[in-house]
């Protein structure tokens, strides 16, 4: 029944590892992105897919990688884990550039220590 | 350079009161959309309101209306009857037509409603 499903929730690591996010969305949109938001809850976006073409891509360190095998899945690749990288990570979905609203998923917690 | 700007870092407010947010946004593309979001202590973000910049009226969502001001740049957001569930962070938010979809986040304003 939920829209926009991120896993895990929480993502406890050590640096230098290297870690996935997994984000579906069962709604039918056309557009997946990843925002990150940092400990003073300022959120930014990081990436954006259509149909399963990259196309936003802000500046974000090489290690970070999104792979969308579907429009439907969008997960994030994290390698080489830096203390830097403690946030939370929401993926969210929408329809087209309209007006239609996004719709996030509840987020990741990633805890690099 | 900041698009979206919300100078209330915080803000207390009785509950039963009514409490306006601003919100002041910077873009020179003649198609956008307003956002408002609200994020509680658990961490998720609810949509709240949009408004088009084409709309012309105020858009409103049961107790939540937007003062939408185009000539001045400002989509305050309006939060009426306030309740105690209504703590939390709250978001204004942009995204341009030409942007690829991409929504920019003011800071927030952190909002704590009491008895």
């Known amino acids: 029944d939920t829209a926009v499903s991120q896993t895990p929730k929480y993502l406890v690591t050590q640096m230098g590892n290297d870690k996935s996010i997994k984000c579906e969305q069962n709604?039918?949109?056309?557009?997946m992105y990843w925002y990150k938001q940092d400990s003073k809850k300022f959120l930014k976006i990081m990436f954006s897919?259509?149909?399963?073409?990259?196309?936003i891509n802000e500046t974000v360190p090489n290690r970070f990688s999104p792979k969308s095998p579907d429009k439907a899945h969008l997960n994030l690749h994290i390698n080489s884990l830096e203390l830097g990288d403690s946030a939370v990570y929401f993926c969210?979905?929408?329809?087209?550039?309209?007006?239609?609203?996004?719709?996030f998923g509840s987020g990741t917690r990633l805890t690099v220590v | 350079a900041q698009k979206i700007t919300q100078t209330q870092p915080g803000m207390f407010v009785q509950e039963k009161e009514a409490v306006t947010l601003d919100c002041t946004y910077d873009?020179?593309?003649?198609?956008?959309?307003l956002f408002w979001y609200k994020q509680p202590s658990s961490g998720e973000m609810i949509f709240l309101i949009y408004?088009?910049?084409?709309?012309?009226q105020n858009a409103t969502e049961g107790r939540y209306s937007l003062n939408f001001q185009k000539a001045r740049k400002s989509a305050n957001l309006v939060i009426s009857a306030s309740q105690l569930g209504d703590s939390a962070m709250y978001f204004c938010?942009?995204?341009?037509?030409?942007?690829?979809?991409?929504?920019?986040f003011g800071a927030g304003t952190q909002v704590v409603v009491t008895p």
């Open positions: 709604l039918g949109h056309d557009t």
């Open positions: 897919y259509n149909n399963k073409e990259l196309i």
């Open positions: 408004q088009g910049s084409y709309d012309q």
């Open positions: 969210a979905s929408s329809l087209g550039q309209g007006k239609d609203g996004y719709t």
């Open positions: 873009t020179s593309d003649p198609s956008y959309g």
């Open positions: 938010a942009m995204r341009e037509l030409g942007s690829w979809g991409k929504l920019q």
